[in-house]
């Protein structure tokens, strides 16, 4: 007996290997806005909170409306500018079909908008592996846990019933917030140290590997 009915996964940093081109698309829209360009680590550690308040903690001087008009900026960087590719980590998408497979039902709780992420789960052609979906701008930014509160909703799944999966303390702490439990993966953008922090079920460097070992 499965002891999770729902797997529900961050996107960027967990299932798809795009860290870089979020780091390179947050300085194209400093270098085109003429600021300050932020350190490497500083983009890296913001990853996962939604455009508006990511380019508030790394922008604070620009006003409302700059910083409003740099997340449209960071779209467009994301979207046309930049060509990096942005795959799957190695192994996930089959395994992602293999749970799939099991019965587990799948969901994703992003900070990434509802255009691009459905851009890219037609890209990707994982649209049919996710039973819901949930971005920042249709709810709110990570750790609020209305992201999460709306999958079970949507599913009717008890909070005990889910697992999120995620590389950063604020899915980790999102989960803490909704009374789920939640596994963080080494490979992202936040440190084991800081993941430990919101005790998770475990902290794997491969979730194709080693999953199984603490879930199955």
């Known amino acids: 007996m499965m002891k999770y009915k729902v797997i529900i996964f961050d996107w960027d940093g967990t299932l798809m290997d795009s860290i870089d081109k979020i780091v390179a698309c947050v300085k194209g829209v400093a270098i085109d806005c003429k600021l300050a360009i932020p350190e490497t680590d500083a983009i890296r550690h913001i990853v996962g909170l939604s455009l508006d308040i990511a380019m508030a903690k790394l922008f604070p001087d620009a006003t409302k409306a700059r910083q409003e008009n740099m997340v449209e ?12 590719e942005t795959p799957f980590y190695p192994g996930v998408k089959s395994w992602l079909m293999d749970l799939k497979n099991q019965g587990y039902l799948l969901a994703v709780a992003t900070g990434k908008g ?3 992420l459905d851009r890219l789960l037609d890209k990707c052609a994982v649209r049919d592996l996710f039973d819901a979906t949930y971005c ?3 709810t709110a930014s990570k750790p609020n846990p209305l992201m999460l509160n709306r999958i079970l909703e ?4 008890d909070a005990s019933e889910a697992l999120m ?8 702490e999102m989960a803490n917030n909704a009374g789920i439990d939640c596994l963080g993966v080494s490979y992202g953008v936040h ?9 998770p079920i475990a902290i794997v460097d491969s979730l194709p590997e080693e999953f199984k070992l603490y879930v199955q």
Do not use: C, M
Request: charged share 25%; proline share 0%.
């Open 73 to 84: 900026a960071y779209r467009h960087q994301y979207l046309t500018d930049n060509k990096q």
């Open 114 to 116: 509802r255009n691009g």
């Open 136 to 138: 920042a701008d249709q």
């Open 154 to 157: 949507e599913l009717n799944i």
């Open 165 to 172: 999966v995620g590389d950063t303390s604020y899915d980790l």
């Open 191 to 199: 440190s084991h140290d800081i993941l430990k922090q919101f005790n």
